[in-house]
T-cell receptor
Framework: EAQVTQNPRYLITVTGKKLTVTCSQN?????MSWYRQDPGLGLRQIYY???????DKGDVPEGYKVSRKEKRNFPLILESPSPNQTSLYFC???????????FGSGTRLTVV | KNEVEQSPQNLTAQEGEFITINCSYS?????LHWLQQHPGGGIVSLFM???GKKKHGRLIATINIQEKHSSLHITASHPRDSAVYIC?????????????FGKGTLLTVNP
């Protein structure tokens, strides 16, 4: 089944403890992206990647890192999480930027 | 700054009604996505439009490039259409392929 898999689905962590949210797609898509969703603010793009080793900042990249060493994986790294990074995170992929996106199921992150 | 504005924020309808959700966007946006987010949180991509009109089942999406406006229509609405509908503009130009999202429209269809 074609899908984008995010892990974990839920995560509670403490301020400053490094964490990684994984994202993997099995559709050989070139384009992958990370978003966060907050009440009243909607979805906002964090980082995106056009292909392997090609990444760029979205609208809210501060406090996040990404890497794209393989086509299928696009992990989101929080080196030192803070409470303002408490949010619902989505990963998505697309065959090319012009076509529809496939979204992961989301990761609900709470930083205390 | 590229912007996407959606209206209405909330919409309540009776089963069977025709529904329209609107999206206006700024210069620099080359294509429009319509997304559906179910109460459980999952997001599904419905349409991507850069011109004209697309139809899938009871859903129709249109875009007017000159007016920088897109609409999502749902015909013969059903309670299972209850969800948040989000439009997102694709900013293109050089390597700047970013999405800017509207705040979403919460649709409730009552039986």
């Amino acid at each position: 089944e074609a899908q984008v898999t995010q892990n974990p689905r839920y995560l509670i962590t403490v301020t400053g403890k490094k964490l990684t949210v994984t994202c993997s797609q099995n559709m050989n898509h070139e384009y992958m992206s990370w978003y966060r969703q907050d009440p009243g603010l909607g979805l906002r793009q964090i980082y995106y990647s056009m292909n392997v080793e090609v990444t760029d900042k979205g609208d809210v990249p501060e406090g996040y890192k990404v890497s794209r060493k393989e086509k299928r994986n696009f992990p989101l790294i929080l080196e030192s999480p803070s409470p303002n990074q408490t949010s619902l995170y989505f990963c998505a992929s697309s065959s090319q930027y012009r076509y529809g996106y496939t979204f992961g199921s989301g990761t609900r992150l709470t930083v205390v | 700054k590229n912007e996407v504005e959606q209206s209405p924020q909330n919409l309540t309808a009776q089963e069977g009604e025709f529904i329209t959700i609107n999206c206006s966007y700024s210069v620099g946006i080359s294509a429009l996505h319509w997304l559906q987010q179910h109460p459980g949180g999952g997001i599904v991509s419905l349409f991507m439009l850069s011109s004209g009109k697309k139809k899938h089942g009871r859903l129709i999406a249109t875009i007017n490039i000159q007016e920088k406006h897109s609409s999502l229509h749902i015909t013969a609405s059903h309670p299972r259409d209850s969800a948040v509908y989000i439009c997102a503009g694709l900013n293109s130009g050089g390597s700047n392929y970013k999405l800017t999202f509207g705040k979403g429209t919460l649709l409730t269809v009552n039986p």
